[in-house]
């Protein structure tokens, strides 16, 4: 079956520190990968999504940035973490179709305050 | 303008009321639609998928008028367990699938 894992549940970092969330899927090959960030009360802002290995777009200019090493691997980082960097992060992962694009499903999330 | 449009509400309703919602997509070539719900400090989680004829699950119908660009969620004989935000999610296609999540109706179903 198709899983995903997203680690840290949690995380507090104080601000200038670098930042590094992970996220894996199993049970599919080449999915589409996604990274949202959800602030307090807000909707779901896309950061980064990618269709391929070293293939990143990214939705917002801001100090993140992402990479794909490997085909089911998405790290979300950043080198200096600012206050506004506090929210909800999530991962999600979509399966490729040959036909209708499907339905994305998303890790547990990493919920990060920046102190 | 942005991608994908909500009225964030809240909606406040009685148990046993009927509450719509309504979303507004910008890209023409959105390809598939969803709503998803999420619940407080959780992930989204998908209710339902939105088909152009419309579909239905229980007390739940999407609606989906392409020329409008509109997508709607109709929830009949409101539960309590119904409180979540309602978020709308579209899929376009530019150049690598892209899926888009509106910013979320919140709903409070009261006793």
């Known amino acids: 079956s198709q899983t995903i894992h997203q680690w840290p549940a949690t995380l507090v970092q104080p601000v200038g520190s670098p930042l590094s969330l992970e996220c894996t899927v199993e049970?599919?090959?080449?999915?589409?990968l996604y990274w949202y960030r959800q602030a307090a009360g807000r909707g779901l802002q896309l950061l980064f999504y990618s269709v391929g290995i070293g293939q990143i777009s990214s939705e917002v200019p801001q100090n993140l940035s992402a990479s794909r090493p490997q085909d089911r691997q998405f790290i979300l980082s950043s080198k200096k973490l600012l206050l506004s960097d506090s929210g909800f992060y999530l991962c999600?992962?979509?399966?490729?179709?040959?036909?209708?694009?499907?339905?994305?499903?998303f890790g547990q999330g990493t919920r990060l305050t920046v102190v | 303008r942005k991608e994908v449009e909500q009225d964030p509400g809240p909606f406040n309703v009685p148990e046993g009321a009927t509450v719509a919602f309504n979303c507004t997509y910008s890209n023409s070539a959105s390809q598939s639609f969803f709503w998803y719900r999420q619940d407080c400090r959780k992930e989204p989680k998908l209710l339902m998928s939105v088909y152009s004829s419309g579909n239905e699950d229980g007390r739940f119908t999407a609606q989906l008028n392409r020329a409008s660009q509109y997508i709607s969620l109709l929830i009949r004989d409101s539960k309590l367990s119904d409180s979540a935000t309602y978020l709308c999610v579209v899929i376009s296609n530019t150049g690598g699938f892209k899926t888009i999540f509106g910013a979320g109706t919140r709903l409070f179903v009261k006793a």
């Open positions: 049970g599919t090959s080449n999915p589409n």
């Open positions: 999600a992962f979509q399966p490729k179709t040959t036909g209708s694009p499907v339905r994305a499903f």
